[in-house]
């Protein structure tokens, strides 16, 4: 079994070879993230993003390799989660052309499962994970050894504000999806900077995992009397300066005051990241959160061709991206004012 762990274009394997040239072919695989473009080739690596609601894609190289019909079963393996849905797949007959066939279905959800025939493919064929922009992507287990397998690079996890969300500039507040770029907005150590950039980023909710891609709530006065101002609602891997150091939201999760939004529109939604001149803290709803900084990935953002790609350096601040790493002294702290706000709402 071998298990990639998406982070970036970073790929980790382990528990087994994830590279098997002319392996086996019959294949079962355990995605426990969805989004991914799931393609078939012999000796030919090439990139095949998916195509908005095309979720999946096989290809070969010649017409031989897929002739006739597949029948490709998605079955659902974690039945506690409510998004999840089975779906079973058929490839069209393949005849002549690129070598590329589209599944007309997509599938909603976490943990799936997919089962391919070895009498449908050639020799040598195997699976070959390509990027697809609007998707998210993390963990893949493939349960068999699988003939000459490359992985492509992949997308992160969105790093953005949500909607609404109220950005200090030089005027007051205003909401983030309406900052220009040339607005000047008030750093948490009192400056005015410029907006160079206003990024956007689809979610579609059809085809990632919740608990990896919907935002997290910091409810009002969670960190501090009035900060935030009002709820604020990030993406789990946007980080926030509390005390000298930048915590991402996701590792901040308590359950009460801080948690992960659990139902989001199912037709998708937008998030929203500033990018300044240098990698500054701005303040969102009286928080001092980050700017947007390249490791984020701009190339996932829809208006990612409206500006150039600066390189800019990352603020010098540690960074805490695991509930794990977080101190004892903060969570403490963090749950005596969650304690304190709900005895506040009785």
């Given at each position: ?171 007051g507040?205003t909401p ?22 206003l ?5 579609d ?35 926030i ?84 790493l ?20 009785a």
């Amino acid at each position: 079994m071998a298990i990639f762990d998406f982070q970036g274009g970073d790929v980790t394997g382990t528990g087994g070879q994830y590279n098997v040239v002319n392996g086996t072919t019959h294949t079962s695989t355990v995605f426990t993230e969805q989004g991914i473009s799931f393609s078939f080739t012999s000796d030919t690596i090439a990139e095949v993003p998916g195509n908005g609601g095309n979720a999946f894609t096989f290809l070969g190289s010649s017409a031989t390799d897929l002739q006739g019909v597949v029948t490709v079963s998605v079955v659902d393996t974690d039945a506690s989660q409510s998004f999840l849905k089975s779906v079973s797949i058929s490839l069209a007959s393949y005849g002549s052309g690129s070598g590329v066939i589209v599944l007309s279905n997509t599938v909603t959800g976490g943990k799936t499962t997919f089962t391919l025939p070895s009498t449908t493919f050639s020799s040598g064929i195997g699976p070959f994970v390509a990027a697809d922009a609007n998707a998210e992507y993390n963990k893949i287990t493939f349960t068999a050894n699988n003939g000459f397998m490359t992985v492509a690079s992949v997308s992160g996890t969105p790093s953005c504000f949500m909607p609404g969300t109220m950005i200090t500039t030089e005027h007051g507040e205003t909401p983030v999806e309406d900052l220009q770029a040339g607005d000047l907005v008030r750093t948490a150590d009192g400056r005015l900077t410029p907006v160079t950039w206003l990024g956007q980023q689809m979610i579609d909710t059809r085809l990632t995992h919740p608990a990896k891609v919907n935002p997290v709530c910091i409810r009002a006065g969670t960190l501090a009397e009035n900060v935030p101002l009002r709820d604020l609602y990030l993406s789990g891997d946007h980080a926030i300066a509390i005390n000298g150091t930048l915590y991402n939201a996701g590792a901040l999760v308590n359950g009460t005051t801080i948690y992960r939004v659990r139902d989001m529109p199912r037709d998708g939604f937008s998030y929203y990241h500033v990018e300044t001149e240098a990698h500054e803290l701005l303040l969102a709803e009286g928080v001092a959160a980050e700017t947007f900084i390249d490791y984020a990935g701009r190339d996932s953002f829809i208006n990612a061709q409206d500006t150039r790609k600066n390189q800019i350096a990352e603020m010098s601040l540690p960074r805490v991206s695991a509930a794990r790493l977080v101190p004892e002294g903060l969570r403490d702290t963090l749950l005596a004012r969650a304690d304190g706000l709900s005895r506040k709402a009785a």
